[in-house]
Each structure stands twice: as structure tokens, then as C-alpha cells.
């Protein structure tokens, strides 16, 4: 579903399908963040997808700064079709 269609969109701006790109696993981090938060909503005390998701925010955290030193424009793109960081009224 929405997996698939970013898949898809990667590929056609990079002609090859990467699955170990740096876009690819932010998104991948992204969704299984976005499920073990609605899973933690109902489940406040199930302390070890807090620590999974801990684990996964750090991860996720290191690739973004990784792909913001070494690629700006990237970075940017990625955040704003992933929508995970709020924008500064400058």
C-alpha cells in the first residue's frame, strides 16, 4: 500500500530500485514508529515496544543526521514527504 507507492516513487527518481538507501529505511523506520506509537496508545505499560521504539527513534535519528551533513536538498525532501518534523515560522 503506502510502502509500495514510496518504493515506486523512489524508483522512478533514482531509475534503480534501493531498497538500502538512506530515504528507504527513514520511511521504513517511520512506519514501524507510527505503529508501535498507536500500539503503545493502548498499551501504556508494555515496556518493551518503549524500548523498541526508543531503539528505533535513535536509528532513525542517526540516518537523518547522516543524510542532512551529507545531502541537504535530500533531506529536506524526505522530511517534508514523510512530514516528521514541524516547520519554524521564520
Do not use: A, C, W
Not at 39 to 52: M, N, P, Y
Amino acid at each position: 500500500m503506502v510502502k509500495n507507492s514510496f518504493i515506486s516513487l523512489i524508483s522512478q527518481e533514482e531509475k534503480e530500485e534501493d531498497r538500502g538507501s538512506v530515504e528507504f529505511q527513514v520511511f521504513s523506520f517511520t512506519n514501524k514508529i507510527r505503529r508501535l506509537t498507536s500500539h503503545l496508545e493502548f498499551h501504556k505499560k508494555d515496556f518493551i515496544s518503549q524500548r523498541g521504539l526508543r531503539k528505533i527513534l535513535g536509528k532513525r535519528q542517526r540516518l537523518l543526521t547522516y543524510l542532512s551533513n551529507k545531502n541537504g536538498m535530500r533531506y529536506k525532501k524526505l522530511i517534508d514527504q514523510l512530514d516528521i518534523r514541524e516547520r519554524k515560522n521564520r
